[in-house]
């Protein structure tokens, strides 16, 4: 057993493809060994910018052996009377390329079938491992990639070097003009020289660490955080959590330094968000706060070469962040020179979408719906609010902050809105009609926000997806996804009863002028179907796949209604007694199915002939009256843990009962049983949908 090391050297690769290659080297090249049947240990993935590297522990030195076995015809068309080889036998053996002595008999669920066995003998691990590295390198996908002037080799930044070392013995593995050795390079300016490697991890990580390399991401990170905090602390504060920036300052760097620096008081009086903007999204800066968290007019910025004269660094920070605050400045004066109403009219020369208009028709298509929303909830009084709230939504967009720092729409509304002395309600709803953001955590902090956040995302979905814009597997130009999640995630967080299919009617309904690119109702169709995709997914990482698509299968157009149908499922599949109950409840929804609604009639206790069905109804009947206030109160998990109770008498109804009776009226009012029996949990899950079985029972020989 030995150690396998393999590192690709680059120039710079930018630091959001870091972790994603890491992660891609791990697994990638674990399952090539695997399948090249090389027998391994921990594979784990190391990098900086300027280096990616995976390591394999314990590599066997050889491949194992393969056996594999092929099937050919029966025995009886393979050999004739007298045992002689058939042409079926000759040309099965000449198609696996052996002799027709070689084939071999074995019994198999069809008969007895010949065989041919083969056995591939392992090869030396050195022999295996170049084209392996080879395809593991070429096969890194990033979402931009450069190609080299020589060749056809791509990859995030040029290669410059690889180590590929197996036991400390080098392999030669080839990625364009770049030929594997067994040195490496440190930092680019404290250590530029070439390093000699033995080939284990320990070995590797050291000689960097030497050479000012931290290349272990986890070591890595806890020398930046603790930089951060000794800079912050000498600047009498500490670093505002950000972990995003932490993220990616964490792989522009190959050893952290930090250093505080400060800038002039007076621009504390800006928005914290512009001056927090400024910083971490241009300069990659982290803003220091005090005690209280409230910011302070000093940052940390992180170097990745340990300076001589740290003042001479401080200064030059300083110098860049104070122009960038000073263009903040004058752009935050400007724009409150003139009202947020006074710039409606400017959204009117900002096109939204070709196909759907100015940023201005979007806006009052906005307040319509929300409005409409609004009703829905029974918040009729908040109409007016809702109305002003989506005029002023947008408006911010042509200021010149948001011009220039994108990342504040809303914000920065919602701060003019509050200076102007708008409502705070108003300004509120202003900023958080773009929450959530991303997978931030963030909510509408009150009903206009929310409302005014939903019918946004609604018009952008159902109006992007209606002029025959889509989102494709790796596409999503309009972020109709995003918008999605945020649908959901509002509704979900708000506990607003609303029906979707409605909701996207009155969204339909503002597009009235628009040229659509398929019927209304097929639109409509394409909407839903494509709410229907995120709720599934969303749904899928918490619970089982079976039981959302139950649920979704039973309707999803009230969506805080159907989460708690599938919370309560995912009570009851916890039971032990859950796959009897599942089972027959199948059955019930199968025998609807196939005998189809109009079969099924009114049950009549006169026409119940055996004790199994008259005991069905008398428990049909009880069960019914239990659920009645519980369906009316959402509690479906008392309404399934009531209707659980029905398993044994549904069970027994089977077993004694034929629900296709050949008379007509048994029959009708047999389905009309099982259709009370259906109705009672129809409308919350298709359990055709959910995978359970009953455990199969092996009788003992008497």
Do not use: C
């Not at 005090?290 to 004269?309: E, I, P, Q, W």
């Not at 918008?483 to 029906?499: F, V």
């Amino acid at each position: 057993m030995a150690d396998l090391l393999f590192e690709i050297g680059a120039e710079e690769i930018p630091a959001g493809f870091v972790p994603t290659a890491l992660r891609q080297l791990e697994v990638d090249l674990a399952k090539a060994l695997d399948e090249a049947r090389l027998a391994h240990g921990e594979v784990k993935a190391v990098g900086t910018p300027r280096r990616l590297a995976v390591w394999a522990r314990a590599a066997a030195a050889k491949q194992t052996d393969a056996k594999t076995e092929a099937f050919g015809p029966p025995v009886a068309q393979a050999f004739d009377a007298e045992g002689k080889p058939t042409p079926a036998a000759l040309g099965f053996a000449r198609s696996q390329g052996v002799e027709v002595g070689a084939l071999q008999r074995a019994q198999t669920p069809k008969g007895e079938r010949v065989l041919v066995t083969k056995v591939e003998k392992g090869r030396k691990a050195e022999q295996v491992l170049p084209a392996l590295l080879e395809r593991l390198v070429a096969g890194l996908r990033f979402r931009k990639a450069m190609r080299s002037r020589w060749d056809d080799a791509t990859f995030a930044r040029p290669v410059r070097w690889m180590v590929a070392l197996l036991d400390g013995r080098p392999l030669k593995v080839r990625f364009g003009e770049v030929v594997s050795g067994k040195t490496t390079f440190g930092h680019r300016f404290l250590a530029p020289r070439a390093i000699a490697l033995k080939g284990t991890p320990e070995d590797y990580l050291a000689k960097l660490r030497a050479a000012h390399v931290l290349a272990d991401p986890a070591e890595r990170r806890a020398a930046l955080e603790k930089e951060l905090a000794r800079a912050a602390k000498a600047a009498g504060g500490k670093v505002r959590e950000d972990e995003p920036l932490v993220e990616q300052v964490l792989y522009l760097v190959e050893e952290p330094t930090a250093i505080a620096g400060a800038f002039e008081e007076s621009n504390l009086e800006l928005p914290p968000e512009v001056v927090i903007s400024e910083m971490r999204n241009h300069q990659r800066y982290f803003a220091v706060v005090d005690g209280k968290g409230k910011l302070t007019n000093r940052f940390v910025a992180v170097s990745a070469t340990k300076v001589k004269d740290p003042k001479v660094a401080r200064h030059g920070y300083e110098r860049v962040l104070r122009a960038r605050l000073a263009d903040a400045r004058f752009f935050f004066e400007e724009d409150r020179k003139r009202k947020l109403h006074d710039r409606i009219a400017d959204l009117g020369r900002r096109t939204f979408q070709a196909k759907l208009g100015t940023e201005l028709q979007r806006s009052d298509r906005i307040g319509a719906i929300a409005a409409a929303l609004a009703r829905a909830i029974g918040r009729e009084e908040l109409v007016g609010d809702v109305l002003e709230t989506a005029r002023l939504a947008k408006v911010d967009l042509n200021t010149g902050m948001v011009g220039e720092f994108p990342e504040l729409q809303g914000i920065m509304g919602a701060h003019y809105a509050r200076i102007e002395g708008i409502k705070v309600e108003i300004a509120d709803a202003i900023e958080d009609h773009y929450r959530p953001i991303g997978a931030a955590e963030e909510m509408p902090r009150n009903d206009l926000g929310a409302l005014v956040g939903l019918a946004d995302r609604l018009h952008s979905l159902v109006g992007i997806i209606g002029v025959g814009e889509k989102a494709t597997g790796a596409a999503d130009p309009f972020g109709l996804r995003r918008a999605t999640i945020g649908i959901l995630r509002i509704l979900l967080d708000r506990g607003y009863h609303l029906s979707l299919a409605t909701a996207v009617e009155q969204a339909l309904d503002q597009l009235s002028g628009v040229k659509l690119a398929a019927d209304r109702g097929v639109v409509a169709e394409q909407v839903l179907d494509f709410v229907r995709g995120r709720l599934k997914a969303l749904w899928g990482e918490r619970h089982a796949p079976d039981l959302v698509e139950a649920v979704l299968a039973a309707g999803f157009d009230d969506v805080v209604d159907a989460e708690r149908r599938l919370e309560a499922l995912a009570e009851i599949k916890a039971r032990p007694d859950f796959a009897p109950l599942a089972v027959a409840f199948k059955r019930v929804a199968n025998i609807q199915e196939k005998a189809g609604g109009g079969a099924a009639g009114p049950v009549s206790a006169e026409l119940l002939r055996d004790d199994a069905e008259r005991r069905l109804l008398a428990e049909l009947e009880r069960v019914e009256q239990e659920v009645g206030a519980r369906r009316a109160s959402r509690d479906y998990a008392a309404v399934l843990r009531s209707v659980a109770t029905l398993e044994p008498a549904v069970a027994r109804f089977f077993d004694d009962v034929l629900v296709m009776a050949e008379d007509p009226a048994l029959r009708a009012n047999r389905l009309g049983l099982l259709r009370r029996v259906g109705a009672l949990f129809a409308d919350i899950a298709d359990f055709r949908k959910i995978q359970a079985e009953l455990p199969q029972v092996t009788q003992a020989a008497g």
